[in-house]
Structure formats: C-alpha cells, structure tokens
T-cell receptor
Framework: GAVVSQHPSWVICKSGTSVKIECRSL??????MFWYRQFPKQSLMLMAT?????????EQGVEKDKFLINHASLTLSTLTVTSAHPEDSSFYIC?????????FGPGTRLTVL | GENVEQHPSTLSVQEGDSAVIKCTYS??????FPWYKQELGKGPQLIID?????GEKKDQRIAVTLNKTAKHFSLHITETQPEDSAVYFC????????????FGTGTRLTIIP
C-alpha cells in the first residue's frame, strides 16, 4: 500500500511554455500532498503544501503565479510550471500523507530548453 | 523552526560491514523521525521510521535509534550489500497529522564490493 505516482516521469519543453505534472495517490486518499524541488546532489526543498479543496500554501520565496498547484480530489494534485525558463529545470517530487507518514512519488525530471 | 543536521555527507563502506548515519534536530517538540533512501533519478523511499515513544526500532538489516535527551537519531545498516548504495535522508517532524518534514542534507553511501 501507500503508492504515489507521478506523470510524466520526464519532460522536455521550450522556454515560455507551461508544463503540468500530476501526482496521484493510487491506493489511499490524501487530503494533503506536498511538492518538492531537488537540485543535483542536494536535499529536497519544499515548495508548497497542497490541500484538497483549498488553496495551496507556498513556502517563502516560491512564486505562486509561476508554480500553480491544484488539488481537486483526494487522489490527485497537479503542479503547473507556467512560462517555464531554463532555470526551472529541476527534479520535481510530490509526496502524500497517509497515517501520519509521507510517501513520495518517483519524481519528474523537467528540462527547459 | 526545526533544523536537522546530518553526518557524514559521504560514506564508503566495504561490503558486509556496517554503516552508521547520524542526525541531530533542534526542536524538542519533534516526535517523528523517518529515514528515506533515494536512488539516482528516483523519488525517496521510506525505509524505516521511529516515533518518540521508543528508543530503537529494527527491521531486518536496518535499525534506527533515538536519543530524545540529546536530540539525535541514527540509522544503522548491517551486513551492507551493493544495493544499499544510495543517498539517505533523515527527517524530523512535529507529528500533528500533515505537518511539513524537515530534511537533513543527505548522506551518499557507497558500498565497495
């Protein structure tokens, strides 16, 4: 149990385009999901907390208008990187809470050309 | 807020030997301490966790110890195998349901065959 999936696993896009990443809890319902960003050889940096049915809570320094989060159901949260630029290239990882434990998705590698 | 320090940043161990990774935390209110293993290009995988009401927990070759007085906890891997090679992250949280994890900086463990 407690499986979290992400789609796509990797994406390459042109500068200026928007990219949507999906995070799904496959075998449990998650009222709260989290979005992280990870640079090479670094730890995970929390970007925002996604709550089902309400607005996401963003960490300091994270642009709300650039990283749009929608948590429309108990099993799906989406992160949209709007007007992506090369500096947005990174590994994006989501997690979902279940029984007071966080389970992580496999990550999405975003490359912006 | 919570601050988690992790040592060492890199660790090389001969296959079959034991590996120990140590973390310290700052907030005495933290009461849940998970450990994650992250392989290259993948999301973190929960390998073991411990709550503050116990001092030690073991799962086959993996064990975690917690010293609440000193505010430190450690991961112990015995009889290491090549597949144990990965980056390991400790984390701490004040366990009120869906609170944010604070991660350590990670330890790159290499098992030498």
């Amino acid at each position: 149990g407690a499986v979290v999936s992400q789609h796509p696993s990797w994406v390459i896009c042109k500068s200026g385009t928007s990219v949507k990443i999906e995070c799904r809890s496959l075998d449990f319902q998650a009222t709260t999901m989290f979005w992280y960003r990870q640079f090479p050889k670094q730890s995970l940096m929390l970007m925002a907390t996604s709550n089902e049915g309400s607005k996401a809570t963003y960490e300091q320094g994270v642009e709300k208008d650039k990283f749009l989060i929608n948590h429309a159901s108990l099993t799906l949260s989406t992160l949209t990187v709007t007007s992506a630029h090369p500096e947005d290239s990174s590994f994006y990882i989501c997690s979902a809470s279940w029984t007071d434990t966080q389970y992580f998705g496999p990550g999405t590698r975003l490359t912006v050309l | 807020g919570e601050n988690v320090e992790q040592h060492p940043s890199t660790l090389s161990v001969q296959e079959g030997d034991s590996a120990v990774i140590k973390c310290t935390y700052s907030d005495s209110a933290s009461n849940y301490f998970p450990w994650y293993k992250q392989e290259l290009g993948k999301g973190p995988q929960l390998i073991i966790d411990i709550r503050s009401n116990v001092g030690e927990k073991k799962d086959q070759r993996i064990a975690v110890t917690l010293n609440k007085t000193a505010k430190h906890f450690s991961l112990h891997i015995t009889e290491t195998q090549p597949e144990d090679s990965a980056v390991y992250f400790c984390a701490a949280i004040i366990d009120f349901g869906n609170e944010k994890l604070t991660f350590g900086t990670g330890t790159r463990l290499t098992i030498i065959p």
